[in-house]
């Protein structure tokens, strides 16, 4: 049990920073945690950390959506899951204000954390702009329930499509799907997605897989920035050979009531509206007394400390860290870069605790690989260009290698696996998002969807 003079080690959120640093944490440290010299808490409002690389194949139905999530309770057995939203940082008191989970239902009242050492990995969320329309019929993809949404959401307009043979408008609406932002995010979930979707059409003789329209909206002059010039104009052109349109220097100018305007003078009306336009830190961040740039982001070190405070501690979307490699002012908001980040964090950590000298973070970025659908992919992975098949298998061998746990890594290579011998499904569930419809109908009360 925790004493008065066990060190309180507090870190706010259960991403891969996160849960990857408490995961360091208690392999470095077993004794002093078995001893109560040392207690490790972990905050976050989901009980799992999501392995977001996989989200595209999850909302293809290629993988099984809790599979690709990470128990914080079963990874992390000697730390502390505190469930719940962080909503201030007062480094002054070395405290943080927790609304925990439920309480908005349950009535419970929000409490205060108090801390020796701080971790602030918080993140990052969507990155919105101020466009008419978006917040009402935009959907994002950075969580697995968005994912899970999205997939219901295209099958259920292809439900709509076949249910209206003889209404060409709302046919035409519910066949076009339009996705802002051409990072990994949403080239991997447009590709996914496509597939599903033109394999579904085999269950809907109705729908010509022509008859769909996929659109790509970039505001820049190219999509997958991370492969390279080169293997991102290939995979334009292949996206293209697929029949999905690649608009690149255009912005999307508004989308009220699902009608899109786009900058190019072209509009029309959507089913389908993704944002994946980037992201930003994590808006708690303004609400604390620690220090941030001018993007909002947290003042790191490259020994990956908080500037000029003591004792704090960041990594991740939530910090300009240093790139010591000269190939940027800052590390990239990647997957690749937070997890090394937090091993040499969690070993800075132990390091302070035992009075030796940190170490700098300094990581090469090795290159990048993504799924473009069902046998198709990309990669640039030390200066080697694969794309297709080959880079498909790079894509998941390498992430299925990241994925933390037996467990999981084992489900989702029974997942594949069953993927070579039955169809995927083709059921929307969008029946979820009301769960209590089917009973109010029964108690006498009226749904307004």
């Not at 609400?287 to 993007?295: A, H, I």
């Not at 490699?325 to 690749?336: K, M, R």
């Not at 090469?364 to 990669?379: I, P, Q, T």
Request: with cysteine.
């Amino acid at each position: 049990m925790p004493s008065e003079r066990t060190k309180q080690i507090v870190i706010v959120g259960g991403g891969y920073v996160g849960m990857y640093t408490a995961l360091r944490l208690q392999k470095k440290l077993r004794g002093e945690l078995r001893r109560g010299e040392v207690a490790v808490t972990v905050i976050d409002p989901q009980s799992y950390m999501t392995y977001q690389p996989f989200l595209p194949e999850a909302a293809a139905g290629n993988l099984e959506p809790r599979h690709v999530v990470a128990p914080l309770r079963k990874v992390l057995n000697r730390c502390q899951i505190v469930n719940g939203f962080v909503t201030r940082i007062d480094h002054a008191s070395r405290r943080v204000t927790v609304r925990p989970a439920g309480s908005e239902t349950a009535g419970v009242p929000d409490r205060d954390i108090g801390y020796d050492l701080l971790v602030v990995a918080l993140g990052s969320i969507s990155r919105t702009l101020p466009i008419p329309g978006l917040a009402d019929c935009g959907i994002g993809f950075k969580t697995v329930e968005e994912a899970i949404f999205l997939r219901n959401h295209v099958l259920h307009q292809l439900d709509i499509a076949a249910s209206n043979a003889g209404d060409e408008a709302v046919r035409r609406r519910a066949l076009t799907f339009v996705f802002v932002g051409a990072g990994f995010a949403g080239v991997e979930a447009m590709a996914e997605l496509e597939d599903m979707a033109r394999d579904a059409c085999k269950w809907y003789p109705d729908i010509d897989p022509r008859e769909m329209r996929w659109l790509m909206v970039e505001a820049t002059d190219r999509i997958l920035p991370e492969v390279g010039p080169e293997m991102g104009r290939w995979t334009t052109e292949a996206l293209r050979r697929r029949g999905i349109e690649v608009k690149l220097n255009t912005l999307l100018k508004s989308a009220e009531k699902r009608r899109i305007v786009l900058s190019d003078g072209e509009e029309f009306e959507a089913g389908t509206l993704v944002w994946t336009a980037g992201v930003k830190p994590h808006p708690v961040l303004k609400d604390s007394d620690l220090p941030l740039d001018d993007k909002s982001r947290l003042k790191a070190t490259a020994e990956l400390t908080v500037d000029g405070l003591d004792h704090v501690y960041a990594a991740g979307d939530n910090a300009a860290v240093p790139d010591l490699t000269a190939t940027g002012d800052f590390t990239a908001p990647n997957a690749q870069h937070a997890v090394r980040q937090a091993k040499r964090l969690g070993d800075n950590i132990v390091a302070d605790l035992r009075g030796k000298p940190r170490k700098p973070y300094k990581h090469a970025y090795v290159g990048s690989v993504a799924s473009l659908g069902l046998h198709k992919g990309v990669a640039n992975v030390y200066g080697l260009k694969l794309r297709g098949l080959p880079a498909w298998v790079m894509h998941r061998t390498y992430h299925l290698s990241r994925m933390p746990t037996a467990n999981r890594k084992f489900r989702i290579t029974m997942d594949w696996t069953l993927a070579l011998f039955f169809r995927r499904e083709i059921v929307s569930l969008g029946e979820l998002e009301w769960p209590r419809q089917e009973f109010e109908l029964a108690a006498g009360r009226s749904h307004d969807t």
